[in-house]
């Protein structure tokens, strides 16, 4: 069964940082891109960001400039570095991979980041 276990979230104010991991149970070359979503109370869950096994990457508009994703495929993990946080990132954040196989989408069980103003 493939797990993708979130952790790093917290209570921040607007203006800090924090960094999101996603570990994998197995390699994340597995999949044919992972990603970070979003959702926040009342609104559908959104991309935010994400890394292909090529190791590109696209980013949401809100977030362009001041979130970076990156891997580490020793570890099997991803990343979300989150700079200059804003009250409107306030969310859960959920990792996501789609297998290279069978297409399959895994989610985690998601992490909470409140920024407060």
């Known amino acids: 069964q493939v797990q993708l276990v979130e952790s790093g979230g917290g209570l921040v104010q607007a203006g800090g940082s924090l960094r999101l991991s996603c570990a994998v149970s197995r390699s994340i070359f597995s999949f044919s891109d992972m990603g970070w979503y979003r959702q926040a109370p009342g609104k559908q869950r959104e991309l935010v960001a994400r890394i292909n096994r090529d190791g590109s990457t696209n980013y949401s508009d809100s977030v362009k400039g001041r979130f970076t994703i990156s891997r580490d495929n020793a570890k099997n993990t991803v990343y979300l570095q989150m700079d200059s946080l804003k009250p409107e990132d306030t969310a859960v954040y959920y990792c996501?991979?789609?297998?290279?196989?069978?297409?399959?989408?895994?989610w985690g069980q998601g992490t909470q980041v409140t920024v407060s103003s």
């Open positions: 996501n991979g789609v297998c290279l196989i069978t297409r399959r989408v895994y």
